[in-house]
T-cell receptor
Framework: GENVEQHPSTLSVQEGDSAVIKCTYSDSASNYFPWYKQELGKRPQLIIDIRSNVGEKKDQRIAVTLNKTAKHFSLHITETQPEDSAVYFCAAAAFSGNTPLVFGKGTRLSVIA | DGGITQSPKYLFRKEGQNVTLSCEQNLNHDAMYWYRQDPGQGLRLIYYSQIVNDFQKGDIAEGYSVSREKKESFPLTVTSAQKNPTAFYLC????????????FGPGTRLTVL
């Protein structure tokens, strides 16, 4: 089955700097890669996702890149703000399959003002 | 944040007792999921259901049971066979099993004394 590795487990950046979180996956059939953000004491929420027919997707200050050959995808946050502090989870699944998302273990991002 | 609810928010039980966690959604979603969240462990899938009266084991199903008698409801029972039940439990739902955004409930923190 699918296995998703996420790095780093913790990340601290200065406000205004960029943050990058990387994930690798094992199943070459996976073609859907969402990212969830979980603020302290709140539920996880989808912030961006990418499907394998594109290599990059942007939404304001966040972007996700996908390298299918290397089986890795990354979340990029530019101009970080204190409200970006949260735990971020990547996930992967095969859109055509019947198995649910497999999540990484999460990255705790701290943005220092 | 409406649409999927979990109750109660905090739950305390004595060791050896079974306890049932509630999850209800009014999003008309077919698929529902239960996750366990422990520090540094990410989101681990306990059970999922793609349709009423059907459910499948996830990665850590031992000591748990579920039912899916109604589309809107997916209760989770933590049995006395679960060796380490103290954790944060998240319920989620989606329109389909894969390739669709998962919406999470607010979670239930279970403490077994």
């Amino acid at each position: 089955g699918e296995n998703v590795e996420q790095h780093p487990s913790t990340l601290s950046v200065q406000e205004g700097d960029s943050a990058v979180i990387k994930c690798t996956y094992s199943d070459s059939a996976s073609n859907y890669f969402p990212w969830y953000k979980q603020e302290l004491g709140k539920r996880p929420q989808l912030i961006i996702d990418i499907r394998s027919n594109v290599g990059e997707k942007k939404d304001q200050r966040i972007a996700v890149t996908l390298n299918k050959t290397a089986k890795h995808f990354s979340l990029h946050i530019t101009e970080t703000q204190p409200e970006d502090s949260a735990v971020y989870f990547c996930a992967a699944a095969a859109f055509s399959g019947n198995t649910p998302l497999v999540f990484g273990k999460g990255t705790r991002l701290s943005v220092i003002a | 944040d409406g649409g999927i609810t979990q109750s109660p928010k905090y739950l305390f039980r004595k060791e050896g007792q079974n306890v049932t966690l509630s999850c209800e959604q009014n999003l008309n979603h077919d698929a529902m999921y239960w996750y366990r969240q422990d520090p540094g462990q990410g989101l681990r899938l306990i059970y999922y259901s793609q349709i009423v009266n059907d459910f499948q084991k996830g990665d850590i199903a031992e000591g748990y049971s579920v039912s899916r008698e109604k589309k809107e409801s997916f209760p989770l029972t933590v049995t006395s066979a679960q060796k380490n039940p103290t954790a944060f439990y998240l319920c989620a739902s989606s329109r389909g099993p894969v390739g669709n955004e998962q919406f999470f409930g607010p979670g239930t923190r279970l403490t077994v004394l």
